[in-house]
T-cell receptor, first 113, second 113 residues
Framework: GAGVSQSPSNKVTEKGKDVELRCDPI?????LYWYRQSLGQGLEFLIY????????KSGLPSDRFSAERTGGSVSTLTIQRTQQEDSAVYLC???????????FGPGTRLTVL | GDSVTQMEGPVTLSEEAFLTINCTYT??????LFWYVQYPGEGLQLLLK?????DKGSNKGFEATYRKETTSFHLEKGSVQVSDSAVYFC????????????FGQGTTLQVKP
């Protein structure tokens, strides 16, 4: 596609439910990043993929958060047993080689009630 | 660890005024530096970047110079327009960070006609 796409654009869920957020990076981009944007914390790094492997998971806030990438393309971020503090906009970004996430998707706004 | 500090906002200017948004950083090694912009209701967009000392990034009338001696990357524009109203984020990345972006807290710019 022409840009990074994310789905859904909005997700409202109840506390304790699991959610899956999807990211389709720009075709051919080997590096993929997930970030979280919230009012209190600003923009926070979550996880970095190079191809299908994740050499840097240091930003995942707890073991309720996980992510995978398949075929060097699509990535899914999964949040289990969601909590209200998980409410945020989750951003995906890709770049041709790493060294800076230069192309961001529109984000998924997650609201946990 | 690496970090980025931006001047506090919001910044309110009249149209055609001169803009400076200060950004300083702390990093090991030689980071690349970025300015991203987020227009109301839109996603993050790369505005400009610089990858080595004394480089000047420029785009859409905005400029920033990578100053290693003062560890700064201040954003400037000679004459702002109402359409420049947005949130501006300074960020860095380095090989020691696996290419992930570390963002400042963002500075809101409002330009009044």
């Amino acid at each position: 596609g022409a840009g990074v796409s994310q789905s859904p654009s909005n997700k409202v869920t109840e506390k304790g439910k699991d959610v899956e957020l999807r990211c389709d990076p720009i075709s051919g981009h080997t590096a993929l990043y997930w970030y979280r944007q919230s009012l209190g914390q600003g923009l926070e790094f979550l996880i970095y993929f190079q191809g299908n492997s994740a050499p840097d998971k240091s930003g995942l806030p707890s073991d309720r958060f996980s992510a995978e990438r398949t075929g060097g393309s699509v990535s899914t971020l999964t949040i289990q047993r969601t909590q209200q503090e998980d409410s945020a906009v989750y951003l995906c970004a890709s770049s041709p080689e790493g060294g800076g996430a230069e192309f961001f998707g529109p984000g998924t706004r997650l609201t946990v009630l | 660890g690496d970090s980025v500090t931006q001047m506090e906002g919001p910044v309110t200017l009249s149209e055609e005024a001169f803009l400076t948004i200060n950004c300083t950083y702390t990093a090991t090694g030689y980071p690349s530096l970025f300015w991203y912009v987020q227009y109301p209701g839109e996603g993050l967009q790369l505005l400009l970047k610089a990858t080595k000392a004394d480089d000047k990034g420029s785009n859409k009338g905005f400029e920033a110079t990578y100053r290693k001696e003062t560890t700064s990357f201040h954003l400037e524009k000679g004459s702002v327009q109402v359409s420049d109203s947005a949130v501006y984020f300074c960020a860095l990345t380095s090989l020691s960070n696996t290419g992930k972006l570390i963002f400042g807290q963002g500075t809101t710019l409002q330009v009044k006609p």
